[in-house]
Every structure is written in structure tokens, then in C-alpha cells.
């Protein structure tokens, strides 16, 4: 029954995480005192049910169920510490009463939904009806988490009612069986065998405690469990089910997963606030806004004592006015909006990403089970002192230290069995081979995605180096090869370079394609860069990335012709990534430094000179010519003049000038600081006729539209303030060389220079006081070895 109990078994029909529903469970359970509880959940799970105690559990936790053979197939059940289901598993533990799960097993459901998966096309799936919002608009309502709210969250059970803690269990009961009548099904087809297997674990649990159980399970099913069946109508329902191998553990789940629709479908919008309804032992929106307050206050905002009360006052206020028994979640960020945010969004972003979701991340014990390259992970994590969390962070590691450089060596590794818990980042420090920068953010798939894993090994060694050795035969693309002997190189996995440098000399040496040697040669030279740093020997590696940059050298000027647009730009970024490529490799492969840099410098001369070299290659490879002293001034003035010549069509002139500074090269910023890129442009610009400016006009938005806006305002204010005066020195003045940039004196002013030192030597604490400064005008002489000379 529903409500009481004058015949059958104690039917709790709740919302998944909901607080009302999980106080009212509590309060049921502490009335009837049942025999044994039972549970809506996959019965694989009631092995694992007695961990719920464990002092080391600690929702969000959930059962995780997935498909042996395929681990990727996976389902998840979570609860929280607010969950009715969560609440009923507790109680019946405490109290020595059996407890079981009666739900469909999950080795039938994970093979029913790859079944579906495979047989429907998902817009041909029913939409399902949502009884929450169904009931809420029956109500006058427009939002069904406010109706909800409303009638069971801002209620205390057994307050005031007649019929005790059970009322509220009976009035939901009939509203869900006034919905079924009319629905069905509700666009679930599955639950009308998930329900024919629940009324048969009932009809178990009758030969044994007679009507003396409890059974908790959502609203939307108990009509079902209600309706009278034969033992083999249900089993008929049940017959030639598929059926898959499944495993099943408790993993730790986050806040931010319960406000999503998975597991049970029951998504949640505020897991962070319904958790705070659940803990509060009393006046809930006072601790709420002194939880508000709190947060607001570590960000540096202003909040005072005063706007917690004036907070909870309007809060309240506002739910008289709304005729709500008690103010929710929608009058409480008004207030703060109001009172705290001063009329701003700003902070409630904030608070609802840290409150109103939250961002726990639950525990369970060791004793759980697991597959064992996740054991070996866990041990790893807390050996390095790596611990997951669901808060996205940031970390610099210094390869030179082993905690660091092990650390290192696990991202790396679980990186490349696809298990995503960290991404490189760009670092706030050193740019070497010293340093990484690591974005980490744990999530609970992530727990899939190690099980997945687990057919490579038992370990995250043994895994990593059997995921390469595999990944290494299956590469078809030279640039895989070499993307992965990086990675092996990162992770630190010897037994498996071996393979990997088999696969790739075969690969180099049968690919003829330029583009595909280009884009192989950047990740070995980046690769030889770690020898060094992580003691490996990369002498086999150098000799294959030294023959690849010998054919690029031989066969980039023919592949340079006859390109579209889009190929032209694609061979550009290709040339960027050898040269770069090419200085690193000269520096890692002494023996044929010299001939190499030689061998390149050539091609880019060859590039710079040929009429049928797409624009955007020609003015690359004059600007790294430039860049690197190995093209004067006079040379690439000449170089731009024939690329930007009157007979030239305006598309390649646009490509020109894209490849000499703009795009990913950074030429904004070398305009304003290097005085030859700055004139040339100057000078071209002023030298175009007018008749001709308006052709000119769009290859100019086209390379400086890419800019920053910072860049561009000073470029503008360089050439609005025109030349400096004539026999001035300096950089950066559109006037060209020899002209001194706004601002800078035509000679070194020694006495101005002089008068900042005795503030550096008491910054450095070279000095407990300022020294006496030197006289305007008279030179001074500093020997101090931080300081180094000034004259």
C-alpha cells in the first residue's frame, strides 16, 4: 500500500535527490519499523551495499555497472547524502535489517540499450512525459521545480497532519496513478519490464517478511507495483531478454553530474541547494545567505553582516508576496541579487557554480571493488600526491625534481590510454623542456574510460606501453608514427620505442608526400628536445628526423606551385613548422647543424624568388629570412616592392603581405616594435597611387583585422604622429631607420638613469635605506655585480 498500512507492503514512492522526499523516507521507515527494505537499483549491486557504512563513504557516490566484454558500455546510479534511496540504505544498515535492490539487472539493461541503440534512430524514440511538470501545470504552476518545492521540499513531515509522515506517500501515489491512466507508459517502453521484474522480487520478499517491507522506488512506478499480475504474465514479460557479462563498483560522483540526466534520469538543477535543505537542522535561509556571504567575502567582494540580514528579509518578503509557504531557491537569488550583487548577475554566477551546484566530489573506501590498472592508478595518484577533484586546476611541474618528473610520467601515460583526466597548458613560467603546465579536472566517465583501458594492462605502465606498441602497427599516416614516438618519449616508455621507431623508419621511408613529411618532422624535433631533460637516448630519432628534413629541403620548392588558396596557406603553416623544426634539430644533431641550417636557408631563398610560389609562401619565407639576419633590409624592401608592384592581382599581393606579417607570426607586435618591418610597410603604403588605394584597401583589412585592438590603436597612433625629427636615433618610428619612436630621447640621459638605482638596490636589499643620489648632471659608476655598469 501507499500511505498506510492496511494491507501489502509499504510502497514509498519518491523523487530521486530530492531532500523533501529523503526526510519523508526517514520518517516513514522510523513509523513502520519494516522487516527489510528494498530499493530500486540493479540487484547486481546488494554485494556492495553493506560499503554504504563505511565510515570512508562520503556521497556523491555511485554505482557503476558496465558491460565486461565492452567496457565502454556503462551505466551509472548515483545518490546523494539527500537521495531517499541513499537515506533508506543507511537506515536499514544502522538497524541490522536486510536491504536489497529490486530493479531490472544491469545485465540485461546495458544489452537492452545497445540493442536500442543500434535498432532505432533517435528521432523516432517517444518523447517522455516529464510527471513533475505535468503535475505542476496541473497546478497553476509555470515551473515545475518551484511547484516541487513547494508541496514537498518547504514541508516538515508529519506537521500538523493527521495521517502522519505517510500522507504525503498516499497523495503523490494517487496523482502518479492518475498519470499512468492517462499516459502509460509515459514514452518509457522499458519500464514495463523493469516493473514486471520488481513486482516478482516483491512477490520474493512476501514468501519471506509477508507485508512487513518497505519498498522505495520512484513516484512514476508505483501504480505499477500496485497493479495485480500474474506470476507468468510478468515472467512472459521477461522472457528472451538480452543479456551481457556486467561488473559492478561504487565510484565517486560530483554535484555538478547530479544536475545533469543521467543514471536515473533524474537530473537535478540545484544539487548544492537541495543538499543545504537536507543538512539544515533549522532557519535554512539564514544559513544560506551566511554561506553566500562567506563565498563573496574570500572573492574580496564587500558583504557585511548587514546584507545577510537584509538578504534574508527581502527573501522572505518576496515569498509572502508570492504566497510560498517558505522562501526557495528563485526568492533567495533575488535577494542576493539585490542586496549582495548590488542589481548584478555577476556574483550570482558564482554562487551558483559553488552553491547552487556545487563542486563536492564524494569518496569510497579501498575495499571497494575495482579493475586493477584502476587500483594501480589510485596508488600512483596518492604516491605522487595527485589527488582527483572535480574543480578544474592548474599545475607547474620542474621536470628536475623526480616528484615532478614522475608526475609527469602518469599524465603522460594515462593521456595516452585516452583516460583525459589532464591537457597540457600553456605555463605561467619557463617555456623550456624544464617545465609543464597541466590543466587537471577529474570526472566521474572517467572511471569508464579506465576500465576501458584495463584490457591494455593491470598496470599504467604496462597498459601505456602495450595502448603505443599497438597504436604504432595501426598508424597508416607518417605523422601518427611520430605524434605517438613524442608521446612515448613524454610518458617515459622504453619497452615500447623500440616498436614505434620500427614503424616509423618503415613509414619515412616509403612516404613520398612533402606535406606529410612536414607534418611529421615538427614532432620528432620537439621529441629530441626531451633527452636531456628525461635521460633518454634519442640518437635513432635524430638520425630519422635528419633524413626527413633532407628530402623536405629537396622537394618543398616544387610542391609550393600550382596551389590554391587554401592549400597555399596549409604548405605556409607546414613551412612554420619546419623551420622551427629545423633550429631545433640543429641544436640536438651537432654532427649536421651547419649543412642542415645551410641546406634550409637556401630553399627559403629559392621560395622567396620563384613567380609561380604562392604569395603567402614567398612573403613567409622572406620574413623568416628576415627574422633570423639572413635577408638585410634593402633585400626584402625589394622582395616587397615586386610583390606588391602594379601588375601584381591583388590576391596575391594580399597573400604577400599575409605571409610577411601577419597571421600566427606575430607581425602585429613586430610592427610596433621593429622599426625595418614598420617602414617597409609605411613606405609601400604611402607609394601606392590613388587610383589604385581602394584595390590595396581589402588586402589591408584582411592582415591587420587579425590584430589585437591594442596593436592596431598603436599602430595608428605610430603613424598618426609621423616622423620624429630628422637625425634622431631608434626603433619603432614609421619613418624608418634611424628614426627614434615617441617618447625616447635621442642619447642615453645618464643622470636620469643614475637616480633609480638606490631604489633598485632597496628592492633587492642591497641597501637598508636609499643612498644619497647622484647629482643631476654627474655620471656615477656601479660595480655592484646585480647592478651590473651604467654610465
Not at 556523491?60 to 548515483?78: C, S
Not at 531517499?84 to 537506515?91: F, T
Not at 504566497?323 to 554562487?351: F, N
Request: glycine share 10%.
Amino acid at each position: 500500500m501507499t500511505g498506510t498500512r492496511a494491507a501489502g507492503p509499504l510502497l514509498l514512492g519518491v523523487r530521486h535527490h530530492g531532500p523533501g522526499s529523503a526526510r519523508a523516507v526517514r520518517a516513514a521507515l522510523d513509523t513502520a519499523n519494516p522487516r527489510a527494505v528494498l530499493i530500486e537499483g540493479p540487484p547486481e549491486g546488494d554485494a556492495l551495499l553493506p560499503l554504504a557504512a563505511d565510515e570512508e563513504m562520503r556521497p556523491p557516490v555511485a554505482l557503476l555497472a558496465h558491460a565486461v566484454d565492452d567496457p565502454g558500455r556503462a551505466a551509472f546510479w548515483p545518490f546523494a547524502e539527500f537521495s531517499p534511496e541513499w537515506v533508506a540504505i543507511r537506515w536499514a544498515l544502522a538497524r541490522d535489517v536486510p536491504v536489497r535492490f529490486i530493479d531490472l539487472p544491469a545485465a540485461h539493461s546495458l544489452a537492452m540499450e545497445a540493442d536500442e541503440a543500434s535498432q532505432e534512430e533517435p528521432d523516432a524514440r517517444p518523447v517522455p512525459v516529464d510527471p513533475i511538470r505535468v503535475l505542476a501545470e496541473t497546478a497553476g504552476y509555470d515551473d515545475p521545480e518551484r511547484w516541487w518545492e513547494d508541496v514537498v521540499e518547504h514541508r516538515v513531515p508529519g506537521s500538523g497532519e493527521a495521517a502522519g509522515p505517510l500522507a504525503a506517500f498516499a497523495a503523490l501515489g494517487e496523482a502518479m496513478t492518475a498519470l499512468r491512466e492517462a499516459y502509460g507508459d509515459g514514452g518509457h517502453p522499458r519500464d514495463a519490464v523493469r516493473e514486471a521484474y520488481m513486482r516478482i522480487q516483491l512477490r520474493t520478499a512476501a514468501k519471506e517478511f509477508g507485508d512487513a517491507f518497505a519498498v522505495v522506488c520512484g513516484a512514476w512506478h508505483v501504480p505499477a507495483l500496485r497493479t495485480r499480475t500474474t506470476l507468468t504474465a510478468d515472467r512472459a514479460l521477461l522472457k528472451g531478454l538480452p543479456k551481457a557479462k556486467a561488473e559492478l563498483t561504487w565510484v565517486p560522483w560530483t554535484h555538478r553530474r547530479l544536475a545533469r540526466h543521467s543514471g536515473y534520469g533524474a537530473g537535478i538543477e540545484s544539487p548544492g541547494w537541495y543538499e543545504h535543505l537536507f543538512a539544515a537542522p533549522d532557519r535554512p535561509i539564514e544559513r544560506w545567505m551566511t554561506k553566500v556571504a562567506g563565498l563573496l567575502r574570500d572573492e574580496d567582494r564587500f558583504v557585511s553582516s548587514a546584507h545577510a540580514i537584509e538578504a534574508v528579509r527581502l527573501a522572505e518578503t518576496l515569498a509572502a508576496m508570492r504566497g510560498r509557504p517558505l522562501a526557495g531557491l528563485s526568492e533567495t537569488t533575488d535577494a542576493i541579487r539585490a542586496v549582495m550583487g548590488e542589481g548584478s548577475d555577476v556574483p550570482l554566477a558564482l554562487v551558483h557554480d559553488r552553491l547552487v551546484v556545487g563542486t563536492t566530489l564524494g569518496e569510497v573506501p579501498d575495499t571497494a571493488p575495482a579493475v586493477p590498472l584502476q587500483r594501480d592508478l589510485t596508488r600512483l595518484q596518492r604516491t605522487l600526491r595527485l589527488k582527483p577533484e572535480a574543480d578544474e586546476r592548474e599545475i607547474e611541474l620542474d621536470l628536475r625534481k623526480d616528484t615532478d618528473a614522475s608526475r609527469s610520467r602518469l599524465l603522460h601515460r594515462i593521456r595516452l590510454l585516452g583516460i583525459a583526466w589532464g591537457e597540457p597548458a600553456t605555463g605561467r613560467g619557463s617555456t623550456g623542456t624544464f617545465r609543464e603546465s597541466w590543466r587537471l579536472s577529474w570526472e566521474p566517465e572517467l572511471y569508464v574510460r579506465v576500465a576501458e583501458a584495463g584490457v591494455w594492462g593491470t598496470t599504467v605502465l604496462s597498459a601505456a606501453t602495450a595502448r603505443a606498441e599497438s597504436d604504432a602497427l595501426a598508424a597508416t599516416a607518417l605523422a601518427q608514427v611520430t605524434a605517438l614516438a613524442e608521446h612515448c618519449l613524454l610518458a617515459d616508455l622504453p619497452d615500447a620505442l623500440p616498436v614505434v621507431m620500427r614503424a616509423l623508419a618503415d613509414r619515412a621511408a616509403l612516404d613520398t608526400d612533402v606535406g606529410h613529411l612536414a607534418d611529421a618532422l615538427p614532432a620528432l624535433a620537439r621529441t629530441l628536445r626531451y633527452g636531456d631533460v628525461r635521460a633518454t637516448d634519442t640518437t635513432a630519432l635524430g638520425e630519422v628526423a635528419a633524413g626527413l628534413a633532407e628530402r623536405i629541403c629537396v622537394g618543398l620548392p616544387p610542391a609550393c606551385t600550382g596551389l590554391d588558396a587554401d592549400g597555399a596557406e596549409a604548405l605556409r603553416r607546414q613551412v612554420d613548422g619546419v623551420h622551427t623544426a629545423i633550429g631545433l634539430l640543429a641544436g640536438a644533431v651537432p654532427s649536421s647543424a651547419d649543412g642542415l641550417r645551410a641546406r634550409w636557408r637556401a630553399v627559403l631563398h629559392k621560395l622567396t624568388v620563384r613567380d609561380t610560389v604562392a604569395g603567402v609562401i614567398r612573403g613567409r619565407a622572406a620574413r623568416l629570412l628576415l627574422d633570423d639576419g639572413h635577408l638585410d633590409q634593402d633585400a626584402a624592401a625589394r622582395l616587397m616592392g615586386l610583390a606588391l608592384s602594379p601588375g601584381t592581382p591583388p590576391a596575391d599581393a594580399a597573400a604577400w603581405i599575409e605571409g610577411f606579417v601577419g597571421g600566427a607570426a606575430g607581425g602585429g607586435m613586430l610592427l610596433v616594435h621593429d622599426e625595418r618591418l614598420l617602414a617597409l610597410v609605411d613606405s609601400w603604403l604611402t607609394g601606392v597611387p590613388a587610383d589604385t588605394f581602394t584595390d590595396v584597401l581589402p588586402l589591408l583589412r584582411r592582415t591587420f583585422s587579425a590584430y589585437e585592438p591594442g596593436v592596431r590603436r598603436t599602430l595608428g597612433d605610430l603613424v598618426r604622429r609621423g616622423p620624429a625629427p630628422a637625425g634622431a636615433t631608434g626603433a619603432g618610428s614609421p619613418s624608418g631607420a634611424g628614426a627614434t619612436a615617441p617618447g625616447f630621447g635621442p642619447v642615453l640621459d645618464a643622470a636620469r638613469a643614475d637616480a633609480v638605482v638606490p631604489v633598485l638596490r632597496l628592492l633587492l636589499g642591497l641597501d637598508e635605506r636609499p643612498a644619497t643620489p647622484t647629482a643631476p648632471g654627474t655620471p656615477a659608476h656601479h660595480d655592484d655585480p646585480h647592478l651590473g655598469e651604467t654610465a
